[in-house]
C-alpha cells in the first residue's frame, strides 16, 4: 500500500483565499515528514518539515504539524499569492516515499 | 554556485539508444539518489547510494544502472532505451539516508523518439 496519501488535486484558489492540502502517512516507528515545492520547470525544493510527533514545520507562511494521532501532516496557509501557485509534495523518511503531488493554482 | 547539478538538461533520444545522465553535488553530501517524474507528476525513487554504496535499488528494469565514481556524482545510464522512458529525472542529495532534507537538481528532460 501507499506510504503516503496526499489530496489529489488540481487545486485552484482565488487570491488571499485559505489552503489546505491534506497528506497521511503510513509507517512504523518516527520518521521525519516534509512538504516540498515544486516550480514550473524547476526540482523539488524543501518548503518545511517536522521530525517528531507535534512539531509544526512553518515557512513563507505555510505550516503544517506533524500528528501522529492521525498520521498527518496537512498543509495550510492562511492567505495564499499568485506565487504559490506550484506543485506540492508530501515525504516521508521512512520508508523514503512521495506523495502524487497536488497543483495549486492561485487565481488573481 | 548550484548545489545539485545534472546534465544535460535536455535529452531527445531514439528508441534502442544508450545514454547517461550525470549529476554532481558540491553539499558534501554522504547521500545521493536518482529520481523519475512522469507526465503526471508522479515522483518515484530509483535508486540512492550513500558514499559510493547502493542501498535502495528500486524496481526498475535493469537497463537502468547508476553508477557512483565517488560520493559528489552519481550517474544514471541507461541501456535500450523504450518509449517509456521518456520523463524528467532528478537527481537529489542529502546528508544522510533518507532522514534529512534531500536537495533536488533541476531535473534532466529526457524526451525518446
Known amino acids: 500500500g501507499d506510504s503516503v496519501t496526499q489530496m489529489e488535486g488540481p487545486v485552484t484558489l482565488s487570491e488571499e483565499a485559505f489552503l489546505t492540502i491534506n497528506c497521511t502517512y503510513t509507517?512504523?516507528?518516527?520518521?521525519?515528514l516534509f512538504w516540498y515545492v515544486q516550480y514550473p520547470g524547476e526540482g523539488l525544493q524543501l518548503l518545511l518539515k517536522?521530525?517528531?510527533?507535534?512539531d509544526k514545520g512553518s515557512n513563507k507562511g505555510f505550516e503544517a504539524t506533524y500528528r501522529k494521532e492521525t498520521t498527518s501532516f496537512h498543509l495550510e496557509k492562511g492567505s495564499v499569492q499568485v506565487s504559490d501557485s506550484a506543485v506540492y509534495f508530501c515525504a516521508l523518511s521512512d520508508p523514503l516515499a512521495f506523495g502524487t503531488g497536488t497543483r495549486l493554482t492561485i487565481i488573481p | 554556485d548550484t548545489a545539485v547539478s545534472q546534465t544535460p538538461k535536455y535529452l531527445v533520444t531514439q528508441m534502442g539508444n544508450d545514454k547517461s545522465i550525470k549529476c554532481e553535488q558540491n553539499?558534501?553530501?554522504?547521500?545521493m539518489y536518482w529520481y523519475k517524474q512522469d507526465s503526471k507528476k508522479f515522483l518515484k525513487i530509483m535508486f540512492s547510494y550513500n558514499n559510493k554504496e547502493l542501498i535502495i535499488n528500486e524496481t526498475v528494469p535493469n537497463r537502468f544502472s547508476p553508477k557512483s565514481p565517488d560520493k559528489a556524482h552519481l550517474n544514471l545510464h541507461i541501456n535500450s532505451l523504450e518509449l517509456g522512458d521518456s520523463a524528467v529525472y532528478f537527481c537529489?542529495?542529502?546528508?544522510?539516508?533518507?532522514?534529512?532534507?534531500?536537495?533536488f537538481g533541476p531535473g534532466t528532460r529526457l524526451l525518446v523518439l
Open positions: 553539499l558534501g553530501h554522504d547521500t
Open positions: 537529489a542529495s542529502s546528508q544522510v539516508s533518507g532522514w534529512e532534507t534531500q536537495y
Open positions: 517536522a521530525t517528531k510527533a507535534d
Open positions: 509507517a512504523t516507528g518516527y520518521p521525519s
